[in-house]
C-alpha cells in the first residue's frame, strides 16, 4: 500500500510542476502560406481584396494587394494574434483554408 502511495505522489508531483499555457508537443502548427481572398464577413475588407501569407514556424507575415504589410503569430495550432495594422484575432477553420478575423473579415485560401 506504501508503493501505491508514493506512486500517486510522484505523478501528482509531476502534473504540478508542468508549465501552463504551453501547447503540446505533437501540436504543429499548420502551413497557411499561400494566397487568400478576403470575403466580407460581415464586415467590408478595407486592407485589400487578396493578401499572400508567407510563414516561418509560427509567425506570418501578410502582404495585401494595396500594399499594406501585417504580422501574426500562432496561439495555437487554430488560432493567430494579429499585429499591426489589423490587431485582430484570427481563428484557421475548414482543413487550414479559412482564417476567421475578430475584426469581422474571413480570409479564404484560393
Known sequence: MLSKSVLISL????????PLGTTR??????????????????????SGQT???????????????SGTVGHAK??????????APWNSLGVITAEDRVIQWSNGTQWRKM
Do not use: W
Open 11 to 18: 505523478i501528482a508531483t509531476a502534473a504540478a510542476s508542468l
Open 74 to 83: 500562432f496561439t495555437s495550432s487554430i488560432s493567430l494574434s494579429g499585429m
Open 25 to 46: 508537443a505533437d501540436e504543429a502548427t499548420p502551413n497557411l502560406t499561400g494566397t487568400y481572398r478576403c470575403e466580407p464577413q460581415p464586415a467590408p475588407c478595407h
Open 51 to 65: 493578401f499572400t501569407v508567407t510563414q516561418a514556424g509560427a509567425e506570418l507575415e501578410f502582404k495585401s494587394d
